[in-house]
Nanobody, 121 residues
């Protein structure tokens, strides 16, 4: 079984910064894709940023230039550095691991339980 545990959420004023971390643990051979999604109250969950095992990144237009995603493949950990935060960034942020290979399986997708980020104006 694979678990994703997020940390680093909290309350911050507009213009401030936060760094989210997500560590994957369990029977893992490899993780091809890792990313962060967010879900604001009353809205759908949407992609914020993603990174492949080779380092290719993808960002939502709304966070380009403000957020940076990175990962440590050896630690199966992904990070999201969030700068210049805005009230509209307020949401629950979910970690995602895609195309995970383990004993007897591959192509699996896993989600963390989420961490709340609140940006006050």
């Amino acid at each position: 079984q694979v678990q994703l545990v997020e940390s680093g959420g909290g309350l911050v004023q507009a213009g401030g910064s936060l760094r989210l971390s997500c560590a994957a643990s369990g029977n893992i051979y490899s993780i091809r894709d890792m990313g962060w999604y967010r879900q604001a109250p009353g809205k759908q969950r949407v992609l914020v940023a993603a990174i492949s095992s080779g380092g290719r990144t993808n960002y939502a237009d709304s966070v380009k230039g403000r957020f940076t995603i990175s990962r440590d493949n050896a630690k199966n950990t992904v990070y999201l550095q969030m700068n210049s935060l805005k009230p509209e960034d307020t949401a629950v942020y979910y970690c995602n691991a895609g195309n995970v290979a383990g004993p007897g399986n591959y192509g699996m997708t896993y989600w963390g339980k989420g961490t709340l980020v609140t940006v006050s104006s």
